[in-house]
């Protein structure tokens, strides 16, 4: 089994910036490739980023590319979202997901674990 505990959300203003942490606790961390997902309201939870088990392949939604950026420290435990100039309509809450596999996805049904998810508002 994997916990996983996100934290980093909140409110903020159009342009600004926020870094997202999940921490994952249980078996192996270092083996499980990472993913963030979102739900907007009224909406299905959609990908956002992934990365593998090294760190070394990461893959984003094409909304979020060039903004975005997921990291991951294999000491820490910890998966990362670093988010800038966020936009409105990036407003969701952000599950963080593991994968028993090694390879990331950008399949939520390849995810075996999640997170119970963190609030982002991004005011216009």
């Known amino acids: 089994q994997v916990q996983l505990v996100e934290s980093g959300g909140g409110l903020v203003q159009a342009g600004g910036s926020l870094r997202l942490s999940c921490a994952a606790s249980g078996r192996t961390f270092s083996s499980n490739a990472m993913g963030w997902f979102r739900q907007a309201p009224g909406k299905e939870r959609e990908f956002v980023a992934a990365i593998n088990w090294s760190g070394g392949r990461t893959h984003y939604a094409d909304s979020v590319k060039g903004r975005f950026t997921i990291s991951r420290d294999n000491v820490k435990n910890t998966v990362y979202l670093q988010m800038n100039s966020l936009k409105p309509e990036d407003t969701a809450v952000y599950y963080c997901?593991?994968?028993?596999?090694?390879?990331?996805?950008?399949?939520?049904?390849?995810?075996?674990?999640w997170g119970q998810g963190t609030q982002v508002t991004v005011s216009s």
């Open positions: 997901a593991a994968r028993k596999s090694s390879t990331s996805s950008y399949y939520e049904n390849e995810y075996d674990y």
